[in-house]
Structures are given as structure tokens and as C-alpha cells.
Nanobody, 120 residues
Framework: QVQLVESGGGLVQAGGSLRLSCAAS????????MGWYQQAPGKQRELVAA???????NYADSVKGRFTISRDNAENTVYLQMNSLKPEDTAVYYC??????????????WGQGTQVTVSS
């Protein structure tokens, strides 16, 4: 079972920066993919950025050039550096981890969410 603990959210002015962290713990064989999703009030949860164990990344168009995702495989931790924040980035950010068993069966796990609020 995988537990995800997030940290780093908060209130920041437009143009500012925040860094989110998410650490995976528990008993598991492998974490293949980690990422961050955002969910604004009244909207669906959407991918912000993701990274594979091999370091391949993908980003939502809205954050390209402003956000950077990185990962420490030894610590099973994923980071999201958010720069040049905009009010439209305001949302609850959820950490996601895809667990892969030896059998290659995969399970998705989610963190509890951390609020990011960007004031104009």
C-alpha cells in the first residue's frame, strides 16, 4: 500500500513561486509514474505535470515554461517548482503515484491535496 504526503502549498502573490513536495511511503515494489493534478472549484481534476521513473516529463500547455517537475527515485519523492504563478493557477493540487507490482499490475494512488492560492 502506498501513502502520499504532500507539502508546500500556500498563498502567494501573482508572479511569485511555490514548491510542492510529495513523498511516497509504505510497502510497494515500484512507483512507475508520479505527477501533480489540479482541481479548481467546479472543475474536473486535470493533469499539471507528470514524470516517469526514467525522467520523461509531460506538462499541461498552461504551465509549460513556468512549472518544473522533478523526482528523487531513491526517496520516492516528486517535486513541482511553480514559478511566475498566475491567479488562474489557484486550485487544490493533488499528488499522484502509479504503483507497479512485480506482476505489472498497476494501481493509482492520490494524496490528500494541498491548496495553492495565487492573489492578483
Amino acid at each position: 500500500q502506498v501513502q502520499l504526503v504532500e507539502s508546500g502549498g500556500g498563498l502567494v502573490q501573482a508572479g511569485g513561486s511555490l514548491r510542492l513536495s510529495c513523498a511516497a511511503s509504505g510497502t510497494f515494489f515500484s512507483i512507475s509514474r508520479m505527477g501533480w493534478y489540479q482541481q479548481a472549484p467546479g472543475k474536473q481534476r486535470e493533469l499539471v505535470a507528470a514524470i516517469t521513473k526514467g525522467g520523461v516529463t509531460n506538462y499541461a500547455d498552461s504551465v509549460k515554461g513556468r512549472f518544473t517537475i522533478s523526482r528523487d527515485n531513491a526517496e520516492n519523492t516528486v517535486y513541482l517548482q511553480m514559478n511566475s504563478l498566475k491567479p488562474e493557477d489557484t486550485a487544490v493540487y493533488y499528488c499522484h503515484a502509479r504503483e507497479r507490482e512485480r506482476t505489472l499490475i498497476e494501481y493509482d494512488h492520490w494524496g490528500q491535496g494541498t491548496q495553492v492560492t495565487v492573489s492578483s
